[in-house]
């Protein structure tokens, strides 16, 4: 009767364990399913800068491209025999480049030579046989990453694209029955229970690359026996319903392999390049046996915190391969010889952090936030990686400098700085603070501020577009003026000297800055139409019409006042701001484009006269500086500002095809005792002269001319008299009176060749140099 009664209790225990079995595996199984045959991983959105482009005229230097293909990873090597490898050469550059899909197509891999002259590149030619080479694109570099909050990245990889030494490297430490077992390899798991058992708890593994995929991809990290249970029964299932080309191809992408900051690094192909900055297909034998062994602890292993350690392991592994016979004695000697040729310093999850946070915001008026987390976008950009490594530099020590000659306390200057094409609008360099590289407060996209006489061009602007009543040398009065407010109260502006002028004509008040000259001429016009200039110029909050506007009492970021001047560099066309060129899907199939928009926003003559007397303030004017010291066929335009107090510093002006925007400051809004001339404009001469603008070819509407005029009186004058200046003028208009030197001499409106159509040079002489001497910088 016992013995009846346990068989039946066995028979039950049984019967409800195959059922709850059962129950368990058809879970399991739905789960290994679900996840496997849909959305696997949730990509990472990937951001591109500017490629680099090569043609024939191009103002690139060879010292410039070769920079630019050691920042891309690029090995330089005595012959050049793959994609990834360059040789330099006298006077050239011989490379073999990537390919990549970009949003046009796909840039094929070629082999080219790039020679160089004087003024840059001088020819490509063809070393592969192939077509002639007019223009070629290198391989874009990776600027950042918009990852899921679970903080994944990775660069997924197909199995066919691995090399085949890093597949047999890799079954032959972590797996090496993987092509026979069942997902789960029974001498291994036996081995590992009994040592479990022993224990009371889980000690050793035994997994194979299928259970490993099962814990990364469906387990969490618990070191339980009912955890291992379900990871053994889950690996069947794996190994059941998909072939092995699935699972290693999962497993090459899935498996993780570092940290860097708040970013994991999932997969082969991004730890190729978070450790040697080269895609998977181009790393040797050594650096395929360090991401081998990195596998069983990336944190123990990390070749940059414990290189020794990490060493070791490699050398292990590579020992390996030579006795499973993946590489010959040979290769492994040499292998072993080799350093880890590990990047000194991991990439950080986004190298340009301000110019990424516009990047984002002009993302996010057309995308989701969920999908720039998990839908792989490419994202192409119109950074240009090198001007703005530079510039960062050229931030972060012209700031010291002031300080040092000031006797300033040490790290309470900031600033920020806007480098666009003026003839496109796109964002070429942004940078928010000295300490360019931390993501924190942006002061380019965020810090509001005074724009002080920044604000002054644009009032003349509207004067000069009622030329019945003013041009360039009307005479207006830079005496006291009294200015009434609400409520009874007056304001009374002063100029920066303290000196009054008396009658100025126009130009001398705008290139002189005179504030009192400045404020009637404002009044004069309408503080409404100066407002209404403002707000069409640029996509800034409609400031209110106050009188105190005129000398710059109105807040723009420096973005906004790149986006106002921008309209004046490019003759009175409006084109906003732009960061991105381009956006597709992981898979290359365009998805939206950011073409350029244009629309007239100021008539081309006032836009015209506005800018020439921009070119006078940097020769003779407030920012003459910038016309001493960088080259005089230039021909730069720009403005100084300063607010109230001393407390901003501003620089904004343009060449032929670059237009800069510098604020210095302090974040505390206390005064800097710096002017825009003593400040900002230093830092200003030192990214043009980084940016190299061809020359500012301004070429005069129809019915525009030039006239000699007297530079103190406005008075017409003549070629060669003393003080004489030559200005533009709409037909029609002019001085009213003349001087006692000669005849008033119209000048040539054609541009003249030897000023207006050569290249700029591709490194002025001696420019840097003379910078440093002047500021002492």
Not at 43 to 71: I, K, N
Not at 561 to 582: C, F, K, N
Not at 616 to 640: F, I, S, Y
Request: net charge neutral; charged share 25%; proline share 7%.
């Amino acid at each position: 009767m016992i013995l009846t009664i346990l068989k039946w209790i066995g028979l039950t225990v049984a019967v409800a364990s195959a059922v709850w079995l059962y129950q368990h595996v058809v879970t399991l199984d739905a789960e290994v399913t679900s996840r496997f045959e849909g959305k696997r991983w949730e990509l990472p959105t990937q951001v591109y800068a500017r490629p680099l482009e090569l043609h024939e005229g191009s103002r690139l230097t060879r010292e410039e491209v070769a920079a630019e293909l050691g920042r891309l990873g690029y090995q330089p090597l005595p012959h050049v025999e793959r994609p990834g490898q360059y040789q330099l050469r006298p006077g050239a550059i011989e490379v073999a480049t990537r390919g990549f899909h970009f949003w046009d197509g796909v840039e094929v891999s070629r082999h080219i030579r790039i020679r160089f002259g004087p003024e840059g590149i001088t020819g490509l030619d063809a070393l592969d046989g192939g077509e002639p080479v007019v223009l070629m694109r290198l391989d874009p570099s990776t600027i950042g990453s918009i990852y899921s909050r679970r903080g994944e990245d990775r660069v997924l990889v197909r199995l066919d694209d691995v090399p085949p030494v890093l597949i047999d490297a890799l079954l032959a430490v972590e797996d090496r029955h993987f092509r026979s077992h069942h997902g789960v390899h029974v001498q291994s798991l036996l081995r590992a229970l009994l040592a479990n058992l022993r224990a009371g708890a889980v000690v050793q593994g035994g997994s194979t690359i299928t259970q490993q995929l099962v814990k990364n991809f469906y387990l969490d990290n618990r070191r339980t026996l009912r955890r291992k249970f379900d990871e053994a029964l889950m690996a069947l299932i794996l190994d059941w319903r998909y072939g092995k080309h699935e699972i290693l191809e999962a497993y090459l992408n899935e498996i993780y392999l570092g940290q860097d900051g708040d970013r994991a690094v999932h997969g082969f192909g991004l730890g190729s390049q978070f450790y040697f900055q080269r895609p998977l297909a181009e790393l040797q034998d050594h650096e395929l046996a360090l991401l081998v062994g990195i596998i069983r602890g990336p944190s123990y292993y990390d070749p940059r915190r414990h290189p020794e350690r990490a060493r070791g392991r490699r050398d292990r592994v590579l020992t390996v391969m030579v006795s499973q016979e993946v590489i010959t004695p040979e290769l492994a000697e040499r292998a072993l010889g080799k350093p880890l040729g590990v990047v000194g310093r991991a990439q950080q999850t986004t190298r340009f952090p301000a110019f990424m946070g516009l990047v984002q915001r002009q993302l996010t008026e057309h995308y989701r936030a969920e999908d720039l987390r998990s839908e792989g976008l490419r994202i192409f950009t119109t950074v240009d990686p090198a001007l703005q490594m530079r510039v960062e530099q050229r931030m972060a020590s012209r700031l010291a400098g002031i300080e040092g000659q000031r006797d300033m306390a040490a790290g309470g200057l900031e600033a920020a700085a806007v480098v666009m094409d003026t003839d496109s609008g796109e964002v070429l360099a942004l940078v928010g603070g000295r300490h360019a590289r931390f993501a924190g407060f942006n002061r380019a996209l965020d810090a509001r501020r005074p724009v002080g006489s920044l604000v002054k061009p644009f009032i003349y602007l509207v004067a000069l577009q009622h030329p019945e009543r003013y041009h360039a040398a009307s005479l207006i009065d830079d005496a006291p003026i009294t200015v009434p407010l609400p409520g009874g109260r007056t304001w009374e502006p002063r100029n920066f000297d303290r000196v009054w002028h008396g009658p100025v004509p126009l130009y001398r008040g705008l290139t002189e800055s005179y504030n009192a000259a400045t404020v009637r001429l404002g009044m004069d016009v309408g503080v409404e139409a100066v407002v209404d200039v403002l707000t069409t110029s640029a996509s800034i909050p409609r400031p209110a019409p106050n009188p105190s506007l005129l000398l710059g009492a109105v807040e723009m970021t420096p973005v906004e006042v790149a986006d106002l001047y921008q309209t004046l560099a490019s003759g009175g066309y409006r084109s906003e701001p732009r960061a991105i060129r381009e956006v597709t899907t992981a898979d290359g199939a365009p998805l939206s484009r950011y073409p350029l928009a244009v629309a007239r926003a100021i008539e081309s003559e006032p836009a015209y006269l506005t800018n020439r007397l921009l070119q006078e303030a940097v020769r003779q004017g407030t920012g003459r500086r910038a016309h001493q010291l960088l080259p005089e066929r230039w021909n730069l335009a720009g403005k100084t500002g300063t607010s109230d107090g001393l407390r901003d510093s501003w620089f904004a002006g343009f060449g032929g095809d670059r237009l800069a925007v510098v604020w210095v400051g302090r974040d505390d809004n206390a005064p800097s005792g710096l002017t825009g001339a003593t400040g900002a404009l230093p830092l200003w001469i030192d990214i043009m002269a980084e940016a190299r603008p061809r020359p500012l070819e301004l070429r005069p509407p129809h019915g525009v001319r030039e006239l000699w005029v007297e530079a103190a009186t406005g008075w017409g004058s003549g070629r060669g008299c003393p003080g004489a200046v030559s200005l533009p003028f709409l037909a029609g208009t002019g001085p009213d009176r003349h001087g006692d030197c000669g005849q008033p001499a119209v000048l040539d409106t054609e541009p003249e060749p030897d000023r207006r159509t050569e290249p700029a040079e591709a490194e002025p002489p001696g420019l840097l140099r003379r910078i440093r001497d002047w500021f002492g910088g």
